[in-house]
Protein backbone atom coordinates (compact mmCIF):
# COMPACT_ATOMS: atom_id res chain seq x y z
CA UNK A 1 0.00 0.00 0.00
CA UNK A 2 1.34 3.36 -1.13
CA UNK A 3 1.33 5.96 1.59
CA UNK A 4 3.09 8.96 -0.52
CA UNK A 5 5.22 9.93 -2.83
CA UNK A 6 8.65 9.77 -1.43
CA UNK A 7 10.38 12.17 -4.26
CA UNK A 8 11.43 11.84 -7.93
CA UNK A 9 14.83 11.11 -9.89
CA UNK A 10 15.39 13.27 -13.06
CA UNK A 11 18.82 12.62 -14.63
CA UNK A 12 20.36 15.68 -16.21
CA UNK A 13 23.14 17.08 -18.41
CA UNK A 14 21.79 20.24 -16.99
CA UNK A 15 22.46 20.01 -13.20
CA UNK A 16 22.77 24.11 -12.36
CA UNK A 17 19.94 24.64 -14.20
CA UNK A 18 18.07 21.70 -13.15
CA UNK A 19 18.76 22.99 -9.30
CA UNK A 20 17.78 26.50 -10.23
CA UNK A 21 14.61 25.97 -11.92
CA UNK A 22 13.24 23.85 -8.61
CA UNK A 23 14.56 26.02 -6.14
CA UNK A 24 14.70 30.30 -7.73
CA UNK A 25 11.31 29.15 -9.51
CA UNK A 26 9.22 26.44 -7.34
CA UNK A 27 10.31 26.37 -3.60
CA UNK A 28 12.54 23.80 -3.10
CA UNK A 29 16.00 24.40 -1.17
CA UNK A 30 19.01 22.68 -2.76
CA UNK A 31 20.07 20.53 0.45
CA UNK A 32 22.43 18.19 1.62
CA UNK A 33 23.19 15.45 -0.42
CA UNK A 34 26.08 12.32 0.26
CA UNK A 35 28.76 13.19 -2.40
CA UNK A 36 30.18 16.27 -4.55
CA UNK A 37 28.08 18.27 -6.89
CA UNK A 38 29.41 16.77 -10.19
CA UNK A 39 27.67 14.18 -8.78
CA UNK A 40 23.96 15.53 -8.24
CA UNK A 41 22.17 17.04 -5.22
CA UNK A 42 19.02 16.68 -3.01
CA UNK A 43 16.27 19.13 -3.04
CA UNK A 44 13.93 19.30 -0.13
CA UNK A 45 10.44 20.64 0.14
CA UNK A 46 8.97 22.90 2.91
CA UNK A 47 8.75 20.51 5.51
CA UNK A 48 12.79 19.42 4.76
CA UNK A 49 12.22 16.54 3.45
CA UNK A 50 13.84 15.49 0.11
CA UNK A 51 11.53 14.70 -2.90
CA UNK A 52 13.58 15.68 -5.90
CA UNK A 53 17.06 13.79 -6.37
CA UNK A 54 19.04 14.98 -9.40
CA UNK A 55 22.41 12.80 -11.09
CA UNK A 56 24.52 15.03 -12.75
CA UNK A 57 25.69 13.63 -16.23
CA UNK A 58 28.73 15.14 -16.91
CA UNK A 59 28.48 15.93 -21.15
CA UNK A 60 32.44 15.71 -21.61
CA UNK A 61 32.34 12.17 -19.71
CA UNK A 62 28.70 10.89 -19.64
CA UNK A 63 29.86 6.98 -19.02
CA UNK A 64 31.10 7.71 -15.81
CA UNK A 65 27.43 8.48 -14.20
CA UNK A 66 25.90 5.91 -16.87
CA UNK A 67 27.95 3.32 -16.07
CA UNK A 68 26.79 3.36 -12.21
CA UNK A 69 23.39 4.02 -13.80
CA UNK A 70 23.77 0.67 -15.72
CA UNK A 71 25.21 -0.99 -12.78
CA UNK A 72 22.51 -0.31 -10.45
CA UNK A 73 19.88 -1.29 -12.81
CA UNK A 74 20.97 -4.09 -14.77
CA UNK A 75 18.25 -6.54 -15.33
CA UNK A 76 15.60 -4.34 -15.04
CA UNK A 77 15.81 -2.91 -18.56
CA UNK A 78 15.72 0.74 -18.23
CA UNK A 79 17.25 2.95 -21.10
CA UNK A 80 20.00 4.88 -20.10
CA UNK A 81 20.81 6.21 -23.42
CA UNK A 82 21.92 10.12 -23.45
CA UNK A 83 19.69 10.66 -26.89
CA UNK A 84 16.63 9.86 -24.77
CA UNK A 85 17.46 11.97 -21.49
CA UNK A 86 14.60 14.60 -22.36
CA UNK A 87 11.49 14.50 -21.43
CA UNK A 88 9.68 12.32 -19.37
CA UNK A 89 9.60 9.14 -21.28
CA UNK A 90 6.46 7.18 -19.88
CA UNK A 91 6.39 9.42 -17.07
CA UNK A 92 3.60 12.25 -18.22
CA UNK A 93 4.05 14.72 -15.25
CA UNK A 94 5.11 14.86 -11.88
CA UNK A 95 2.79 16.81 -9.20
CA UNK A 96 3.23 18.89 -6.13
CA UNK A 97 0.57 20.66 -3.63
CA UNK A 98 1.03 24.40 -3.65
CA UNK A 99 0.18 27.75 -2.36
CA UNK A 100 -0.06 31.56 -3.27
CA UNK A 101 -1.14 31.05 -7.33
CA UNK A 102 -0.49 34.62 -8.11
CA UNK A 103 2.90 34.56 -6.60
CA UNK A 104 3.96 31.31 -8.81
CA UNK A 105 2.52 32.56 -11.88
CA UNK A 106 4.00 35.94 -11.41
CA UNK A 107 7.87 34.37 -10.66
CA UNK A 108 7.78 32.09 -13.83
CA UNK A 109 6.31 34.89 -16.35
CA UNK A 110 9.21 36.93 -15.06
CA UNK A 111 11.64 34.54 -15.89
CA UNK A 112 10.08 34.09 -19.64
CA UNK A 113 9.01 30.58 -18.91
CA UNK A 114 6.21 29.38 -20.88
CA UNK A 115 3.07 27.44 -18.80
CA UNK A 116 -0.38 26.50 -19.49
CA UNK A 117 -3.62 26.96 -16.66
CA UNK A 118 -5.93 24.68 -16.00
CA UNK A 119 -9.16 25.50 -13.40
CA UNK A 120 -11.23 22.57 -12.03
CA UNK A 121 -14.06 24.50 -10.21
CA UNK A 122 -15.35 21.25 -9.36
CA UNK A 123 -13.21 20.40 -6.87
CA UNK A 124 -11.44 23.72 -6.10
CA UNK A 125 -8.44 23.23 -7.90
CA UNK A 126 -6.12 25.44 -10.02
CA UNK A 127 -3.38 24.26 -11.44
CA UNK A 128 -0.29 25.39 -13.45
CA UNK A 129 1.98 23.24 -15.95
CA UNK A 130 5.64 23.86 -16.75
CA UNK A 131 8.59 21.96 -18.14
CA UNK A 132 11.67 21.79 -16.67
CA UNK A 133 15.12 22.60 -17.99
CA UNK A 134 15.23 18.64 -18.70
CA UNK A 135 11.77 18.61 -20.50
CA UNK A 136 9.92 17.19 -18.16
CA UNK A 137 6.48 18.39 -16.77
CA UNK A 138 5.84 19.64 -13.56
CA UNK A 139 2.08 19.97 -12.48
CA UNK A 140 1.49 22.70 -9.66
CA UNK A 141 -1.51 22.29 -7.69
CA UNK A 142 -3.10 25.03 -5.52
CA UNK A 143 -6.29 24.20 -3.55
Not at 29 to 41: K, S
Not at 79 to 84: E, K
Not at 96 to 106: N, R, S
Request: glycine share 10%.
Amino acid sequence: MIRQLDHYNIRTFKIAETVRFYCDLLGLRDGEFPGPRAMGAWLYDQTNRPVVHIIAIDPNDPEAALGRIRERLSGLGVDVDPARMNGGGAIDHVAFECEDFDGQVAKLTENGLTYTQSHIPSISLRQVFVNDPNGVTVELNFR
